[in-house]
């Protein structure tokens, strides 16, 4: 007669314990190789309007260091007039252009700045790829009469050394920022202490 004695059902339970171990990892091995991840990793970028050193509403790249400290770095410094005959502020623009960054960013869609046009206005959007006749998604619209590829070499221009214009497609005129090498390029500068 077989008893349940704790130390057989210990015996029985390792080997059992240890296959479904191994299954689990094969699993999560071969949706990793598939390029799938059951965790999402924490984001280490975030974009926000905040206002420069001088004032200038400006859109920032927020990372943690390594060390956990929070660094931004300067994307855009909304300096244009542009809007402000109609009530549109530098600071509107930098509001609702920080969070197109940061929509963009969470779902996985910002890897290119690049050049559009919605609604027979020139823009700056993103793109998630570089192949030539995708929609990009409005970063915002331009002043009209401004060359975008003039807009984009400016925020090149605007942090000297942080990257070259990369100008690729079917179509010469066109340019793909690549983002994360753009950012990795940028100084950071640590977040000022808030006022009280």
Same mark, same amino acid.
């Given at each position: 007669?077989?008893?349940? %004695?704790? *130390?057989?059902?210990?015996?029985?339970?390792?080997?059992?314990?240890?296959?479904?171990?191994?299954?689990?990892?094969?699993?999560?091995?071969?949706?990793?190789?598939?390029?799938?991840?059951?965790?999402?990793?924490?984001?280490?970028?975030? =974009?926000?309007?905040?206002?420069?050193? *001088?004032?200038?509403?400006?859109?920032?790249?927020?990372?943690?260091? @390594?060390?956990?400290?929070?660094?931004?770095?300067?994307?855009?410094? /909304?300096?244009?007039? =542009?809007?402000?005959?109609?009530?549109?502020?530098? +600071?509107?623009?930098?509001?609702?252009?920080? %969070?197109? =960054?940061?929509?963009? @960013?969470? +779902?996985?869609?910002?890897?290119?700045?690049?050049?559009?046009?919605?609604?027979?206005?020139?823009?700056?959007?993103?793109?998630? *790829?570089?192949?030539?006749?995708?929609?990009?998604?409005?970063? /915002?619209?331009?002043?009209? #009469?401004? @060359?975008?590829?003039?807009?984009? %070499?400016?925020?090149?221009? *605007?942090?000297?050394?942080? #990257?070259?214009?990369?100008?690729?497609?079917? @179509?010469?005129?066109?340019?793909?920022?690549?983002?994360?090498? =753009?950012?990795?390029?940028?100084?950071?500068?640590?977040?000022?202490?808030?006022? %009280?």
């Amino acid at each position: 007669m077989m008893t349940n %004695n704790p *130390d057989n059902i210990k015996v029985k339970l390792i080997p059992v314990l240890g296959a479904t171990i191994g299954a689990l990892a094969g699993i999560v091995a071969i949706l990793q190789f598939c390029g799938i991840t059951l965790i999402k990793p924490p984001e280490s970028v975030t =974009f926000i309007c905040g206002v420069s050193l *001088d004032g200038v509403p400006t859109t920032f790249a927020r990372e943690l260091t @390594n060390g956990g400290i929070p660094k931004r770095k300067s994307v855009i410094r /909304w300096v244009s007039d =542009f809007g402000d005959k109609v009530g549109y502020t530098p +600071q509107q623009r930098c509001e609702e252009v920080s %969070n197109r =960054f940061q929509d963009y @960013n969470k +779902q996985g869609l910002l890897d290119y700045i690049t050049t559009g046009k919605e609604k027979g206005f020139d823009t700056i959007c993103v793109a998630k *790829d570089e192949e030539h006749g995708r929609p990009c998604l409005l970063l /915002w619209t331009l002043k009209p #009469g401004t @060359n975008p590829k003039l807009v984009v %070499n400016q925020l090149l221009s *605007d942090h000297q050394g942080t #990257g070259s214009l990369e100008e690729r497609g079917s @179509n010469a005129s066109e340019i793909y920022i690549d983002v994360k090498k =753009f950012l990795s390029k940028l100084p950071a500068e640590e977040i000022p202490a808030e006022k %009280n």
